[in-house]
């Protein structure tokens, strides 16, 4: 079965500095994965997506996410962090089997905290 | 337009009140889903509509009916609701299914009270 684990439930950064979430993936086929982010009391936006069509995916808001097949991660960076980056974010894959094709298995998300 | 609307924004009910939870989307999307969603957890899946026919039903409880009128729209009927099914309500919409076309796109969601 596939499943994501995103490592840490909280993560703290300045204003400035390098945003990096983690989320690791298990899947036994090419697996497509997604970035959702959240703001509090909205809905789910998507930063970014890989498909298989390059490993170095360019997300919305400066957000991009690596495909690393030999660890299974799609970790999600930002080099420099604004106040406005303060958010719930959600590592997803899509499940590819059966009756289930299509559904998201999400990860338990990171919050992210961002310091003046 | 690449939107997904959510009505009402926020609603409050007693246990004994029905109530609907719409979903509308306009982009041309053959898939639409129902999520909950608690306090700091992730979206739990509810429902999957494809091609306006039910193909997903994670073992909801009865209390809560879906409905899906047409390909834009989505309905979530909700009877005799209690205290712990109080979250947000998430809708979502796809293009399909189908591997390279799953994006899912959400609304705002409904944020319901049972009171």
């Not at chain 1, 990860?107 to 992210?112: C, N």
């Not at chain 2, 209390?63 to 209690?82: D, G, M, T, V």
Request: net charge positive; aromatic share 10%; proline share 6%.
């Amino acid at each position: 079965a596939q499943s994501v684990t995103q490592l840490g439930s909280h993560v703290s950064v300045s204003e400035g500095a390098l945003v990096l979430l983690r989320c690791n993936y298990s899947s036994s086929v090419p697996p497509y994965l997604f970035w959702y982010v959240q703001y509090p009391n909205q809905g789910l936006q998507l930063l970014l997506k890989y498909t298989s069509a390059a490993t170095l995916v360019k997300g919305i808001n400066g957000f991009e996410a690596e495909f690393k097949k030999s660890e299974t991660s799609f970790h999600l960076t930002k080099p420099s962090a604004h106040m406005s980056d303060a958010a719930e974010y959600f590592c997803a894959v899509s499940d590819n089997y059966g009756g289930s094709q299509g559904n998201l298995i999400f990860g338990k998300g990171t919050k992210l905290s961002v310091k003046p | 337009d690449t939107e997904v609307t959510q009505t009402p924004k926020h609603l409050v009910m007693g246990m004994t009140n029905k109530k609907s939870l719409k979903c509308e989307q306009h982009m041309g999307h053959r898939a639409m889903y129902w999520y909950k969603q608690k306090a700091k957890k992730p979206p739990e899946l509810m429902f999957v509509y494809s091609y306006e026919k039910l193909s997903i039903n994670e073992s909801v409880p009865s209390r809560f009916s879906p409905e899906c009128p047409n390909s834009s729209l989505l309905n979530l009927h909700l009877h005799a609701l209690q205290p712990e099914d109080s979250a947000l309500y998430l809708c979502a919409s796809s293009q399909s299914r189908a591997g390279n076309y799953n994006e899912q796109f959400f609304g705002p969601g409904t944020r319901l009270t049972v009171l």
